[in-house]
């Protein structure tokens, strides 16, 4: 059992309540992280801890028939509790969870080199290549309705017709951008509805700050932030690298004129996603 030597607030991260635990077990140090699920964001805890078990076993099982070697840099490492469960509730109704701390990676915000955007995009779709085989019926939405882009549209709409906070007028090109372009969040719900469309488990926050990186090599080492882990469209994962990775800014710049987009980024992304996902992904 590892033995507690003292702990500290992570400021990383934006939702859940972090702690960086240090302990010593063996005479050797170990460091854990310690979260506190916001409930106010993911309203079913337990269910974000039984899909993130589901994933994090699989992977574990996948990535060690490959190698062994790094095991627990490679994949997060969840710490059960005495009794085994992947989370704790305490008496006010927080949950806790634990994983091991991966040591010796670093993570960044924007995309440096195109290297870098093809490492990362290979990542995601190695990421997905080892869930394929994984049930999506063991997988539970956690997050109703995450990437329905027609009732994103349809909320729109009424903030429009509403105007709460006289806005209409200094965005009307943005808001005629959106409503042209309405159709093609149709196309997907539609494609999805039909069947021609298959829901594969998806990790749906697929940003650069969630892929760490070995400190030395820059080698991809594991992807973590699973808690939204669901079963979705592969299309909004590979969409969402596209808008972290491409832009040289960061995704909350609010000088809109340093977003651009540098398609030499987006060929390697597309070029290290299907290195992967080629071997799952099925004809159009």
């Known amino acids: 059992m590892a033995e507690f030597v003292d702990g500290y607030a992570w400021t990383k991260g934006h939702i859940n309540d972090t702690y960086i635990i240090n302990c010593r077990q063996g005479g050797s140090p170990i460091r854990y992280i310690l979260q506190r699920i916001n409930h106010h964001v993911f309203q079913q805890p337990a269910v974000v801890m039984q899909n993130v078990k589901e994933a994090t076993q699989h992977?574990?099982?996948?990535?060690?028939?490959?190698?062994?070697?790094?095991?627990?840099?490679?994949?997060?490492?969840?710490?059960?509790?005495?009794?085994?469960?992947?989370?704790?509730?305490?008496?006010?109704?927080?949950?806790?969870?634990?994983?091991?701390?991966?040591?010796?990676?670093?993570?960044?915000h924007v995309a440096e080199k195109p290297e870098q955007a093809e490492q990362v995009g290979r990542a995601f779709g190695l990421f997905q290549k080892r869930l394929a085989d994984l049930p999506t019926e063991r997988i539970q939405e956690t997050i109703p309705q995450f990437h329905n882009g027609v009732l994103r549209i349809?909320?729109?709409?009424?903030?429009?017709?509403?105007?709460?906070q006289n806005r209409v007028e200094a965005t009307q090109p943005e808001i005629e951008f959106c409503q042209t372009n309405r159709g093609i969040v149709q196309i997907f719900a539609d494609a999805q509805a039909k069947g021609e469309l298959p829901q594969r488990i998806t990790h749906n926050d697929t940003k650069i700050d969630n892929v760490l990186l070995d400190q030395d090599t820059d080698e991809v080492m594991c992807i973590v932030d699973l808690d939204t882990v669901m079963p979705g469209l592969i299309h909004y994962d590979f969409g969402d690298m596209v808008r972290t990775l491409t832009s040289p800014a960061d995704e909350d710049e609010r000088d809109l004129d340093k977003v651009t987009m540098?398609?030499?980024?987006?060929?390697?992304?597309?070029?290290?996603?299907?290195?992967?996902?080629n071997d799952f992904l099925s004809e159009a």
């Open 262 to 277: 540098r398609m030499d980024f987006f060929d390697a992304l597309a070029k290290g996603y299907l290195s992967e996902a």
């Open 154 to 164: 349809d909320a729109l709409e009424k903030a429009v017709r509403e105007d709460k």
């Open 59 to 108: 992977l574990r099982k996948k990535i060690a028939s490959e190698s062994s070697a790094d095991l627990t840099r490679r994949t997060m490492t969840l710490v059960p509790t005495r009794g085994g469960a992947s989370y704790y509730m305490d008496s006010a109704g927080n949950y806790w969870r634990a994983y091991v701390f991966i040591e010796r990676v670093k993570s960044s």
